[in-house]
């Protein structure tokens, strides 16, 4: 598995108008999905949005309807008898691992390969990969914490060489600490063997820190396809904006490239003109004792140690907003501050009598 550039101009996989149903329930509606050899993507989306399902199609455990799929630039399903899950070449890593229980960590690191492949030095070559200290080989599960049961399931799927590795919720059953040093294992151990890899998340905060691509997902359709920075600075609508991060969405007028709202006149960015809706992150209203700004009361903050999040009402009408601050900096609930805008704001039209609102994504929940 020699390391390759990110991105090198091939597609790895493929979905082009991919509909899946069971019974009258639609659970893919057209998906049309390109993934770059040797990159992480991260399908996004709530439960119920349909991406386990696009995973399960493309591991081949479900057919799609309608559409077709494409590993390494041959169709897979689609068109005539679908090619079977063990002639994919892909790899699987389910929420929970699913290692074989009865079978130590090298055999189960080596039971996708041939007999002839099952030596000591492959199981320490990939249980490297995934930063697990080789004599951990001899153990079995059990005697494995979550986070190295997660990697041993990770060191089997790239055994194989596949074309492909898919992540389906990997982290999901981990605790906060042991999460996030899991999902930094896994992502230099995909970034080592050179791997394309398809991450289906419901955490935020996951697919942008890990992925190349993010691919957000509602109510079975893809709804934006985009580098992290972009999906987070520039949504593609309000929906996409409360999932992948607080919001604050203000009733506007955009004229010349500034919008009139609540807190002033806001330069923005998007082809919008006359009754819209601005979008601002919490992270770009800055809070200051006085001077400049609209005046606003601190309704409530809530303390997090590095930064603190602080819900304000504006003064006089009371419209409420979010605002986040370093942990150190925070006002006191019940004082009065000026707040102004850092940055450009991003315009959507609207129809001219949306409310003001305060969007939170909910936050994933260990299991």
Do not use: W
């Amino acid at each position: 598995h020699p390391p390759s550039e990110k991105g090198d101009g091939m597609t790895a996989l493929t979905l082009t108008g991919v509909t899946k149903a069971f019974g009258s329930t639609r659970v893919l509606q057209g998906v049309d999905l390109h993934v770059p050899a040797r990159t992480l993507t991260a399908v996004l989306g709530p439960s119920g949005c349909g991406k386990t399902t696009l995973l399960r199609l493309v591991a081949g455990f479900d057919d799609p309807d309608s559409g077709t799929i494409s590993l390494a630039g041959a169709v897979v399903a689609g068109q005539g008898r679908p090619r079977p899950p063990q002639h994919r070449r892909v790899g699987y890593v389910p929420q929970e691992g699913a290692l074989f229980p009865h079978l130590s960590v090298a055999a189960n690191v080596t039971f996708g390969l041939p007999r002839r492949s099952r030596s000591a030095a492959t199981v320490a070559e990939f249980l490297d990969l995934v930063g697990l200290d080789p004599a951990l080989a001899k153990r079995h599960p059990h005697e494995l914490s979550g986070g190295q049961q997660q990697r041993v399931a990770l060191a089997r799927a790239l055994a194989p060489n596949p074309s492909i590795v898919l992540l389906d919720e990997p982290f999901s059953s981990l605790d906060a600490g042991l999460r996030e040093s899991t999902r930094r294992a896994v992502a230099e151990a995909l970034t080592a063997a050179g791997a394309t890899a398809v991450l289906v998340t419901h955490d935020q905060a996951e697919a942008l820190s890990m992925a190349d691509q993010v691919a957000v997902m509602r109510q079975g359709r893809l709804v934006q396809l985009d580098a992290p920075e972009t999906v987070y600075r520039s949504p593609s609508d309000a929906g996409v904006a409360g999932f992948v991060g607080e919001a604050v969405l203000l009733p506007a007028s955009v004229s010349a490239g500034y919008a009139t709202c609540e807190l002033g006149s806001l330069a923005v960015r998007g082809e919008v003109s006359g009754p819209a809706r601005v979008l601002l992150r919490p992270e770009q209203l800055v809070l200051s004792a006085d001077g400049a700004g609209v005046r606003a009361r601190v309704r409530d903050v809530s303390y997090f140690g590095h930064d603190a999040a602080v819900r304000l009402e504006l003064l006089p009408g009371g419209t409420e907003v979010l605002a986040r601050v370093a942990g150190h900096d925070r006002p006191e609930p019940g004082s009065v501050v000026r707040l102004t805008v850092a940055g450009e704001a991003l315009a959507y039209p609207s129809a001219g009598d949306s409310p003001a609102e305060v969007l939170v994504p909910e936050i994933p929940q260990t299991a």
